[in-house]
């Protein structure tokens, strides 16, 4: 059973940050009980004699949080009737109203966590969203034990990072900041070490490697984590993964277990994500993503090879909002975006995040594949956050429409698209192409997902307004040899890339 637990109010779940530099980092006295030769012959430490130096080193910089939120009592929550002293019925009553609401309702909510100091002179803490979302109160306590007050500066809920500030000032702390690495150089095998607040315990420390990289598991859009076998457990959430150079290289954020403790799968964000997210959030006091304004798709091998691209890679646009910065800029659906400023886009999911890390208004070239051949557009980034406001996130439908006949290669019958179809089906008036009547059982088209009531607006970036378009064009990329043809599919208003098969003799 896949199970991923994160935070919330209620209950303390473990968080994990994986950061990892081999570079620049500050020097530790951790000695090496064996080496071995890298591929550039560096001799590097591969097993550290002790992680006791790093470790107490870093250890002052991470801090426990503990947040306390407001209660919402029920309107129909029976208040404690009066009773006479030493009643019986007291304690029954009291009862009842603890197994009622499972805690007095007059107590908070409240929420442990992990952070670490990043500004020693301004007195800024990194955690996650979650260990301090909807917080009245937030109290931070560092390795001597010393507790005070936070402010929180703002939040991110799409990466779960938060960022807190205490008075530097206050005499009875020794404020000591860490600093970020690469985690883009991070290597799996490589060490790591997590310091935090494990189930409210107070500081420890674990020791593991990282276990994978990139890993996606559904809690975000941007979700890049790096996976560490490093103890991560409810109380993690927010504190620092560390590199053998003292570097954080991630901030532990979730772990994946049966039970709700560790089972040696712990994510962490990494530094390289992270940190421009806590940038944007100090400097406006809440994230300013950079927006192309695009909904994307993988690039299969099919259709890869349906628009003349040698290999599948890139991310295809799918569609493009009518007031954003790729239309301004000529982009258009089924092109394939391949760079951005000599940037490779190796898959569609990296497409966002990278986008989302450039500043707002900075122009940009990309480089996308259309017709065979590449193309290069300026663009001049947009801002998420003020497309999402003006609700232009939502995407649009492109025009294009048409008629109908029974394709039987592809396992889908057509129709023209025409008043009556587009009543009963509640397709727009502006929305032009071919209307899918039909669809056979185990066909081509049914194992791809197509079905009735689907438009058909391009095939091969043609568009197509009668169902003799439609088998025109398969016939001819089925003459030229080709094995697929890229539909672009209306579906319910979402545009979609669909590579169908076209099924020769010899096969």
Partial sequence: M?????????????????YNAQEGAAKTDVTPSTAIKTQNTNTVPMIPASFADLAEQLSPSVVNISSTQKMVVPQDFPEMPQFPEDSPFEDLFKDFMERRGGRSPSLPAAALGSGFVIDAQKGYIVTNNHVVRDAEDIHVTFANDVTIDAKLIGMDEKTDIAILQIDADNKDIDLKAVTFGDSDILRVGDWTLAIGNPFGLGGSVTAGIVSARA??????????????DASINRGNSGGPLFNLKGEVIGINTAIYSPTGGSVGIGFSIPSALAEPVIDQIIKYGRTRRGWLGVRVQRVTDEIAEALGLERASGALIASVNDDGPARKSGLEAGDIILEINDQTIKEMRSLPRIIAEYDVETKVEIVYWRDNKKHRANVTIGELEEAEDNGLITPKPSPSEDTGVAVEMMGFTLKTLDNALRSQFNISAHTKG??????????????????????????????????KNVVDIINKAKTNGRRSVLLLINDDDNMRFVALRIKHEDD
Wanted: charged share 20%.
């Fill in 215 to 228: 890993r996606d598991i559904h809690s975000g859009p941007y979700d890049d984590y790096i996976q560490t």
């Fill in 2 to 18: 896949r199970i991923i637990h994160v935070a919330s109010a209620m209950c303390m779940c473990s968080f994990f940050w994986a």
């Fill in 434 to 467: 071919v209307f899918i009547s039909d669809v056979t059982p185990l066909s081509e088209a049914a194992k791809k997902g197509l079905q009735k009531g689907n438009v058909i607006v391009e095939i091969n970036q043609q568009p197509v307004t009668k169902a």
